[in-house]
């Protein structure tokens, strides 16, 4: 069958963009019965307050294999197509979501992509066709990236490179890792992360990336090129050149980035949690010592400490003053508020915490501000890989629940440190959880002391790790954390009620990991990574309340 006769063919063969809105849309209406129900299931859906009440296209683009010469109809003969959609999901009380969504269609499914399957169409164009998450298949894959790097200035999907055009014919494989975004490696060479919510605009991954590789970065990934939307001509009422018109270029959307594979040993979420196993397994003595994972960490925090250079080499950096520090020690008591509705054990803690937001706003008032650059944003274990030629770190969204001009505001780069500290204590929890789940309960004497016991090895695991991280970005040209401690232990408590949130209305079985770190903090009974410490500088209460980045 062929699609409605609004669809329009490019110039760029096997590809067909069609009208924004209504013809458009009906190419995806007759889906969404078999699509809804889909969408709402994958991981990088985000689910408000209430169900979805409707998606509607924002823009479409088919490409097939066969080249089509026709200015009316789709062709959908052929053995596979990519259905590439940009869509508006709308909600009752809440704003609306773009998402991205890549759908094969095939009259057959093969039995390797059973698993991706959505279903069957029951109406339109592709009536009785099979629905599939596209990224799963090489064939369309291979499509998508060569079809963009082949035709990169013409058509709906547009690949814009920062330097050697992108090699074509790569075998794709999708990597099931990520929650927020999909990503494919090609031939083992390049890897397209495609982003799953986007946003009109600049995109800070791009920003970031694009300077580290000019700048040439040795612990960040090479950007090769980026997908995104053409911008839209200009209104010849309004556009430049016109009569009142703005000389400001319009804006597309990035779609994805497509930049250096990187083969490591694995990112340094898996491979601390396994380190933290053996040691909270291991009964010999020294097990605890820098022959365990602490050379890493030391490592780790020497190639964070260089990132963090590189990003003040390549982006503005302020001094944040008072207002700015103001801003940030009430966003980190909204931060809060929102944390005591979800958890109310955090309501005889509250008084705490705000003290030790009142110390840092101190701190940082009486030292006339502090500094500020562009940082990471979301940086933990999960955003750094173990390669040949050291620790690299990636990922470089923000926190992806902040608006995308808020991320590129100057930060305290400590900020950056306390989310790899935090993540340590995750680490450590996670591994001891693994172990206890192979475990029988403890019905003895012997088996509850040797419970205690592994509890206080998954503590040292932790304080040992945190040290070198520390010790690593110190040696390495960052501030040294052990000499802010107040600094620091606004920022861990922040990200630790962020985590309590988060913990309380998604994994309640966690909760007691950012519970345990707060009442630690708080109580000052852990120091902020090392030892010896700086002479605690006492504060009046001051101003009222801040806030920071996510996990």
């Not at 940082?364 to 030629?389: E, F, I, Y």
Request: proline share 8%; glycine share 8%; charged share 20%.
């Amino acid at each position: 069958m062929s699609a409605p006769a609004t669809c329009t063919c490019t110039t760029a063969p096997r590809r067909a963009a069609l009208p924004d809105g209504a013809g458009a849309g009906a190419l995806l209406d007759p889906l969404l019965p078999t699509v809804l129900p889909w969408l709402t299931a994958q991981r990088w859906f985000t689910h408000e307050n209430g169900c979805i009440q409707d998606l509607t296209t924002v823009a479409a683009t088919v490409l097939t294999d066969t080249d089509t010469d026709t200015d009316t109809d789709t062709d959908t003969d052929t053995d596979a197509a990519l259905l590439h959609l940009l869509a508006d999901a709308h909600y009752r009380g809440a704003d609306p979501r773009r998402y991205q969504i890549l759908l094969g269609l095939r009259r057959a499914l093969p039995a390797d992509l059973a698993h991706a399957a959505v279903g069957r169409a029951a109406e339109g164009p592709w009536s009785g066709w099979w629905l599939y998450e596209a990224t799963a298949d090489p064939q369309l894959m291979t499509l998508l990236l060569d079809d963009a790097a082949t035709a990169p200035g013409s058509g709906a999907l547009r690949l814009t490179r920062t330097g050697a055009p992108v090699p074509t014919g790569l075998h794709p494989r999708v990597l099931a890792v990520e929650q927020s975004n999909t990503s494919v490696v090609f031939g083992d060479q390049l890897l397209l992360k495609i982003f799953r919510q986007p946003a009109p605009g600049p995109h800070p991954e791009t920003e970031v990336l694009t300077a580290l590789t000019r700048l040439g970065s040795a612990h960040t990934p090479h950007l090769a090129a980026w997908l995104h939307t053409p911008e839209p001509d200009p209104d010849p009422a309004t556009g430049p050149g016109a009569a009142g018109g703005t000389d400001l270029p319009q804006q597309s959307t990035v779609l994805g980035i497509v930049e250096d594979f990187l083969p490591s040993d694995g990112d340094g979420w898996d491979l601390a949690v396994r380190q933290a196993a053996h040691c909270i397994t291991d009964h010999r003595r020294g097990t605890f010592g820098i022959d365990g994972f602490t050379a890493d960490s030391l490592a780790l925090g020497e190639s964070v400490a260089a990132v963090h250079q590189c990003l003040a080499a390549a982006f503005p950096t302020a001094r944040l003053g008072a207002q700015q520090v103001l801003d940030q020690i009430a966003d980190m008591d909204h931060r809060l508020q929102q944390a005591l509705a979800a958890v109310p054990d955090l309501e005889p803690l509250r008084g705490r915490i705000s003290a030790v937001y009142d110390e840092y706003a101190q701190v940082a008032l009486n030292g006339r501000g502090l500094p500020g650059q562009r940082v990471h944003g979301d940086l933990h274990l999960g955003q750094v890989l173990r390669t040949d030629t050291g620790w690299m770190v990636i990922d470089f969204e923000g926190e992806p629940a902040r608006p995308i001009s808020e991320r590129a505001l100057p930060q305290v780069a400590l900020r950056d440190v306390a989310g790899m500290l935090r993540s340590f204590d995750y680490a450590a929890q996670h591994a001891l959880a693994q172990i206890r789940a192979d475990q029988r309960p403890p019905r003895t004497a012997a088996a509850a002391a040797e419970n205690l016991r592994q509890e206080r090895r998954a503590q040292a695991w932790t304080v040992r790790n945190r040290r070198a991280l520390c010790t690593g970005y110190a040696a390495a040209g960052g501030l040294d954390p052990r000499s802010h401690p107040i600094v620091m232990r606004a920022f861990e408590t922040d990200k630790a009620v962020y985590e309590a949130t988060y913990e309380a209305t998604h994994r309640p079985d966690w909760l007691t990991v950012p519970m345990a770190a707060i009442r630690r903090i708080i109580t000052n009974r852990e120091a902020v990574a090392a030892a010896p410490r700086p002479a605690r500088r006492r504060a009046a209460p001051g101003p009222a309340p801040l806030r920071t980045e996510s996990p």
